[in-house]
């Protein structure tokens, strides 16, 4: 768990929301009602969760310092994304009041702004409208990513699957020739390395 930031002033806070491209679009007042959750800003050391798989607390995060990776638990050690300051994570377990489903850890020092439901009682209505809105377009933008890293992960199978058809009647060949499964493999991976660079 974090520690939460209680020496922080809301000018301090602000420094760090002013330099997150996140709150570009945010007017001096919004921001500085964001400021004003000082005491919603939570330190976290390197290597500690942040967000955990299964979690049901519901809250959204904004790092405004320091870079977190994201894994499941199921491939521990499989960095899933690596995000940087301005990152906005929880949105969907927020939205949709579903239990966490990645985990979240600090890469190194971090401060992470949450912002709960209690939160965002607390902002005007019209910041909140346009703070839903960003979520809005952080999801869209991530269904786009998702939508681009499908569609080339598509074809580099596809690509694996001609090769590999191509493949056949030559694996035999060179079984056939006396060359060593290693001999095989590497010029089959050099192959394959070239089609899908």
Known sequence: MGTKVYNKTPQETLRLI??????????KAERQEFAEL?????EYSDKMAIVEEGQTDMAVFIL???EAIVTR???PKVIINTLT???LFGEVSFLTQTPRTTNIFAKSDAKVLKLDQKVFEKISPATREKLKD???TVLVNRMSEMNTALVRLKVEMEAISHVARDYH??????LKSGKTMKEVFS????TIAGLIR
Do not use: H, Q, V, Y
């Open 38 to 42: 000082s005491n919603e800003l939570i």
């Open 64 to 66: 405004l310092k320091g």
């Open 169 to 174: 009647d030559e694996f035999d060949k060179i």
């Open 134 to 136: 960003k979520f809005i």
């Open 18 to 27: 002013n330099n997150i491209p996140f709150f570009e679009s945010f007017t």
């Open 73 to 75: 638990n199921d491939l």
């Open 187 to 190: 010029g089959m991976n050099e």
């Open 85 to 87: 300051s301005g990152a």
